[in-house]
């Protein structure tokens, strides 16, 4: 057994720039579906990359031993002769506070058991209470050297109504922060109640409906996933985005901010141990920013975004933290319009065209100021026509999971009931 | 026993099992722009499961050390009414064997896989970018339980996949195949050149295709699109967890299809792209074949111990975990409709105006029996004759209604590969299927 230092120390000795990126992971979770389960996950790993030549390098281990760089440089010649394979360099960020430092197992149980209420009112499907807290650190031949701790909690709720003649669709719902005392359990369970009444009794759309508002968490299912792929600079560089950069795609601002304590995708530096900070991806609809990592800003010769992301078992690709939508246009809810709140089906998308085609099992319209339970719709376009389609934002800003939102009116969806 | 499993029973464990894990792993990348090795090393650890009083406990762990058995007792949280099957002792060891064994270094693959790469760019000129994905496991697993079974699995998956990118004026293309197999290096299990053909075909259907009219319509699905649908659509339905709160759950020995419709899930497959193989489940429990639908009628659930005591059916070895970090969920193996007795393209003339959809690119499934997935390669038939190619198309419905609507199963059959995710864990899975004609909703974007 080695340390990540003198590892680093005897590939520099042997002629190698070397990073190496560890990860101590402690998990706790509780799930109550038909029978409990409860789970207690303790790791550890090390990914180590080598540079030289403009080649790279990489193995990774669950046990940090010379074998694990010996790999890597054994590998070297795999790759590419490239200029901007390049080592990081040394960064200096400004730590975040990123763990409370408090117990995370009995908030777990005690978060779980009021949630048990719920099976007074719904079909409860499953009921679900985690935590984590992982150390993080990146070192390298450059002299960087930057650790942290980060923790986050997560309680969720998957229910539907069934009985003999009906089951609806399932509805899951969750919230997550860094600690449970951020966590309001009585809205999450309203937020349940209520989604199960309106799905009880759905009718079939009759006339299509002229506009959609799709809710922050069908934000969070659809729209971020679909972002997420378009803004990485690699998808851009290699034109597999249906994006281009200094085009106009409608009127919505979008920003990766990895710098909002509250969201669990905070980072202060990135899997590179790169200093994070916000950048804005599209600008009142101009796509004028993309996210990289540093091979990638170089290839691209763009500021770097530090958003490598990465676990110990892979090279750093790209991806965002949590992406703040903003816009300055503001709507009312109006009666037929469709709120939609959940999607299925998004990973069937083409990411490189934007073409999606999902169904919706969750879904209302709004009749007489009552929500009003659609059956399934199947709701397709792509993603400029989504973003160009976007005429104004309803209601309040929430985070959901990866989004921070309002709610978001859209027009020029196609909608097959 | 393992001592783990001794020192649990000495805590008070009246059940425990040990999964062990020992994975090497490659996985390699190569685009129009770079080539790099992604992932390589050992993912080695391992998972102590307790049942303490009626309560499951569990540590998953890199550092094998006495501390584990401590953690998994402490962690046992419930109502104290967990109940499971329990088996009787058993040692075996199990090796599954490649054809073609992976002798090459990961300088010689990647050799492989650029010469792929430009055979794929130089099929055609529209096509501007291509990732090919390189994946092999070789997987080491121990299982050990204190009703004194200890099983050895070994075994190696590999996998082939390919994406491209083609734009003619403002049109975007992309399509995707992979080869996927425990038979040893893809390449040489498989011909490299239907890869490259079938990119080139796809990437051309999708460049002159048209968008289906949205709605229902008859169709003729191929066996991977068939394979999707039984475990997509039916599939999930008929895991144990799900069942009891989903539209099979009450509808065991319940006609839902016509007489010529049987699935079956099972853990071993001869098609070379079966590779949801499980001889053992990582429950220790001997695989066996279910059929989900039999000749119509629901028959049996997929099951783990806890479902197998709690359904009285007998286990059937679909308790899986991605890794030593998961706990074990019950999981599909291969998934299959069997065959019948048309040809394709009998099937094909009863259509006078539907479409014949070829390929998925995956699909969800939703307990109240809703599926979507979507289609990359298809095309209209118009009077019995397959005619032009579609693109951007999905297909939607309820399970039950669509499997009442299957009118006639093919003798063809085929086996694809996949990989299916269920709560946050993805596993290798088989899907495959005849060739079958039946009615759904098409989606499209007009």
Avoid at chain 1, 171 to 196: H, M, N
Avoid at chain 1, 306 to 321: C, D, I, L, N, W
Wanted: hydrophobic fraction near 35%; proline fraction near 4%.
């Amino acid at each position: 057994m080695s340390d990540p230092f003198s590892l680093v120390n005897r590939a520099k000795n042997l002629g190698y720039a070397c990073e190496i990126y560890y990860v101590e992971r402690w998990e706790y979770s509780l799930a109550k579906e038909k029978q409990y389960q409860s789970s207690n996950l303790k790791e550890m790993g090390y990914g180590v990359r080598i540079f030289k030549d403009g080649r790279v390098g990489f193995a990774f281990s669950t046990d940090l031993t010379d074998e694990v760089l010996d790999r890597a440089i054994s590998v070297l010649r795999v790759s590419e002769r490239d200029p901007n394979n390049e080592i990081p360099p040394a960064s200096k960020p400004s730590l975040l506070s990123l763990d409370r430092g408090e117990d995370l197992v009995e908030p777990s149980k005690e978060t779980l058991k009021p949630l048990e209420d719920l099976q007074e009112k719904v079909n409860v499907v499953g009921l679900y209470a985690s935590a984590t807290r992982v150390k993080v650190g990146v070192v390298n031949t450059e002299g960087l050297d930057v650790s942290e701790i980060r923790s986050s909690v997560h309680a969720g709720v998957t229910a539907n109504y069934k009985d003999q003649a009906i089951v609806t669709p399932e509805i899951y719902e969750s919230r997550s922060g860094r600690s449970f005392k951020e966590i309001q359990i009585d809205e999450l369970k309203e937020s349940v109640v209520e989604k199960v009444s309106v799905t009880k009794s759905r009718i079939k759309l009759e006339t299509k409906p002229s506009r959609i508002v799709l809710n922050t968490k069908a934000i969070s299912e659809l729209l971020y996933p679909l972002l997420s792929y378009s803004v990485n600079g690699e998808n851009v560089y290699r034109k597999r985005s249906p994006l281009d950069l200094g085009q106009v795609y409608g009127m919505i601002t979008v920003v990766d901010n990895p710098r909002n304590e509250k969201s669990e995708l905070s980072r202060s530096f990135d899997g590179e141990g790169q200093a994070t900070s916000e950048r804005t991806l599209i600008g009142k609809g101009v796509f004028q920013g993309v996210l990289t990592n540093w091979y990638w800003s170089r290839k691209m010769r763009v500021p770097n975004s530090a958003s490598a992301v990465r676990s110990y078992m892979s090279t750093p690709s790209v991806g965002p933290s949590l992406m703040q939508i903003f816009c300055d246009e503001k709507q009312e809810l109006e009666e037929n319009d469709l709120v939609v709140d959940q999607v299925q089906g998004v990973h069937t998308s083409n990411w490189d065209t934007g073409e999606f085609g999902v169904v919706v099992p969750v879904a209302w319209v709004v009749r007489k100021g009552e929500k009003v339970g659609v059956r399934e719709v199947v709701l397709s376009g792509d993603l400029k026509t989504l973003l160009r389609g976007v005429k104004g934002e309803v209601g309040s800003r929430k985070r959901v999971w990866a989004i921070e939102s309002p709610d978001l009116a859209v027009e020029g969806l196609t909608i097959v009931s | 026993m393992h001592e783990l499993l001794k020192r649990s029973e000495d805590l008070g464990a009246t059940f425990s099992d040990l999964r062990l894990y020992d994975v090497d792993e490659l996985s390699l990348f190569a685009s129009e722009t770079m080539r790099q090795v992604t992932s390589m090393g050992k993912d080695k650890g391992g998972s102590l499961r307790v049942l303490v009083s009626g309560n499951w406990g569990y540590a998953h762990f890199t550092k094998l050390n006495q501390d584990i058995v401590r953690t998994a007792v402490e962690s046992a949280y419930g109502d104290e009414r967990v109940n499971i099957v329990l088996l009787p002792p058993l040692h075996d060891r199990v090796e599954i064997r490649t054809k073609k064994p992976v002798t090459k270094s990961p300088e010689e693959i990647m050799n492989d896989m650029i010469r792929l790469r430009d055979d794929i760019m130089r099929a055609d000129p529209r096509i501007r970018s291509v990732n090919v994905r390189f994946t092999n496991s070789r997987i080491h697993k121990e299982y050990f339980s204190s009703e004194d079974r200890e099983i050895t699995l070994d075994y190696e998956l590999s996998n082939i996949s390919v994406r491209a990118i083609a734009r003619e004026g403002d049109v975007v293309a992309s399509a995707s195949t992979s080869m996927a197999t425990y038979l040893g290096y893809p390449l040489e299990v498989f011909d490299p050149n239907e890869i490259v053909e079938t990119i080139k075909r796809r990437i051309g259907n999708q460049l002159r295709g048209k968008v289906p009219k949205g709605g229902d319509s008859d169709v003729v699905l191929a066996p991977d699109v068939v394979g999707v649908f039984s475990h997509e659509a039916l599939g999930h339905l008929s895991e144990a967890d799900l069942a009891i709160n989903g539209i099979l759950g009450n509808l065991r020995g319940k006609r839902i299809a016509e007489d010529f419709v049987t699935v079956v899930d099972s853990g071993r497959s001869d098609y070379p792209m079966a590779h949801g193989i499980v001889p053992y489940d990582d429950e220790g429990v001997e695989s066996r074949d279910v059929k989900i639908v039999d000749r119509g009628v629901v028959s049996e659930f997929l099951v783990d111990r806890y479902y197998s005591a709690y359904l009285g059916e007998r286990p059937t070895g679909n308790a899986r975990a991605e890794d030593f970090r998961s706990p074990m969920l019950i999981r599909m193996r291969n998934t299959y409709m069997m065959p019948g007795d048309w040809s394709k393209e009998e099937l094909i003339r009863e259509i006078k105006d539907g479409y014949l959809l070829v390929s998925p690119l995956g699909g969800q499934t939703s307990p109240d029996g809703t599926f979507q997935f979507g289609i990359q390669e298809g095309y209209r038939i118009v009077k019995g004759e397959v005619t032009e190619p579609l693109r951007n198309v999905g297909i939607s419905g309820y399970t039950l209604e669509t499997l009442g609507r299957i009118s006639g199963v093919s003798k063809d059959f085929g086996m694809w590969p996949g990989y299916c995710g269920k709560g946050g864990q993805s596993v290798p899975v088989g899907t495959g299927g005849p060739y079958i004609k039946v009615r759904v909703k098409v989606g499209g974007n007009e």
